[in-house]
Nanobody
Framework: QVQLVESGGKLVQPGESLGLSCTSS????????MDWWRQAPGKEREFVAR????????NVADSVKGRFTISRDNAKNTVFLQMNSLQPEDTAVYYC?????????WGQGTQVTVSS
């Protein structure tokens, strides 16, 4: 049974930084790429970042390139997202997931709100 638990989201002001964490269980973490996605209310889910099994190769969406960094700790089955220079358009529920996914399970996500 795959479980993904995101944490760290909160209300921040524009220009501030925030780090998110995703702890996982129920699969061999080191065998898979890991992703971060986000979804604003009433909008489509949007790809944010991907990191390879070895934690070296990464891919970040153009909308957040230069501001967001993805990383992982294979010993703790955890993937991180460091978000700098946050803007109101970054407001969304942030989800982690396995790539390739096992199923349509996404977990509950964590809310990030960027507002004055």
């Amino acid at each position: 049974q795959v479980q993904l638990v995101e944490s760290g989201g909160k209300l921040v002001q524009p220009g501030e930084s925030l780090g998110l964490s995703c702890t996982s269980s129920g699969f061999t973490f080191t065998s898979y790429n890991m992703d971060w996605w986000r979804q604003a209310p009433g909008k489509e889910r949007e790809f944010v970042a991907r990191i390879g099994r070895d934690g070296i190769k990464t891919n970040v969406a153009d909308s957040v390139k230069g501001r967001f960094t993805i990383s992982r700790d294979n010993a703790k089955n955890t993937v991180f997202l460091q978000m700098n220079s946050l803007q109101p358009e970054d407001t969304a529920v942030y989800y982690c997931n396995i790539y390739p996914p096992f199923s349509n399970y996404w977990g509950q996500g964590t809310q990030v709100t960027v507002s004055s």
